[in-house]
């Protein structure tokens, strides 16, 4: 069973097209997660939500936004794409916000801008 | 702010060989540190947490101890495996729910 589910895995897509990601957590969690990872394999928080209120929200371009239907899902829409877009993209959920808590990673959703 | 620093990769080491790889951080107080694992094609797993000084944590055969006295928290094995070739991260938590990653150590055993 696939705890933490993103798709597509992976998506290639043209400069200035809008494109959204999508991750659903069958944990039963509260908080759920987006990272990027770029090409250097470093790793960023971008936001956070817990029970669908946003709790983090890092330094990210107004053209990255975040929406979370319900507590088990929460999907990254991204306006006008740039060349600097293309990462990986990892969800994530824990079940509470609390740090003892660990996260719990999807697969990564591989973004290539043409 | 918080940080974390890791020891540089890649990493090649031989089947049965001992593993450090370095972690140290920048945080005021007293965060919790964690060893996340990244296998090919997938995404972090956590490897191991510490959440006070002095504390080991440890799994698979892997350990880590925090030091609060060095600021460290080095991920070791005594006798790796070809299996454990992946991308190592340390990361760091503290207060509000924000996980400080590591730039990550890609490992490579090699039989």
């Known amino acids: 069973d696939t705890a933490v589910s993103q798709t597509p895995k992976y998506l290639v897509t043209q400069m200035g097209n809008d494109k959204s990601i999508k991750c659903e957590q069958n944990?039963?969690?509260?908080?759920m997660y987006w990272y990027k990872q770029d090409s250097k394999k470093f790793l960023k928080i971008m936001f956070s939500?817990?029970?669908?209120?946003?709790?983090i929200n890092e330094t990210v371009p107004n053209r990255f936004s975040p929406k979370s239907p319900d507590k088990a899902h929460l999907n990254l829409h991204i306006n006008s794409l740039e060349l600097g877009d293309s990462a990986v993209y990892f969800c994530?959920?824990?079940?509470?916000?609390?740090?003892?808590?660990?996260?719990?990673f999807g697969d990564g959703t591989r973004l290539s801008i043409l | 702010g918080n940080s974390v620093t890791q020891m540089e990769g890649p990493v090649t080491l031989s089947e049965e060989a001992f593993l450090t790889i370095n972690c140290t951080y920048t945080?005021?107080?007293?965060?919790?540190l964690f060893w996340y694992v990244q296998y090919p094609g997938e995404g972090l797993q956590l490897l191991l947490k510490?959440?006070?000084?002095?504390d080991k944590g440890s799994n698979k055969g892997f350990e880590a101890t925090y030091r609060k006295e060095t600021t460290s928290f080095h991920l070791e094995k005594g006798s790796v495996q070809v299996s454990d070739s992946a991308v190592y991260f340390c990361?760091?938590?503290?207060?509000?729910?924000?996980?400080?990653f590591g730039q990550g150590t890609r490992l490579t055993i090699n039989p």
């Open positions: 990361a760091l938590q503290q207060g509000a729910q924000k996980l400080v």
């Open positions: 939500y817990n029970n669908k209120e946003l709790i």
């Open positions: 510490a959440t006070k000084a002095d």
């Open positions: 944990l039963g969690h509260d908080t």
């Open positions: 994530a959920s824990s079940p509470t916000p609390d740090i003892l808590q660990p996260q719990h």
């Open positions: 945080a005021t107080g007293y965060p919790s």
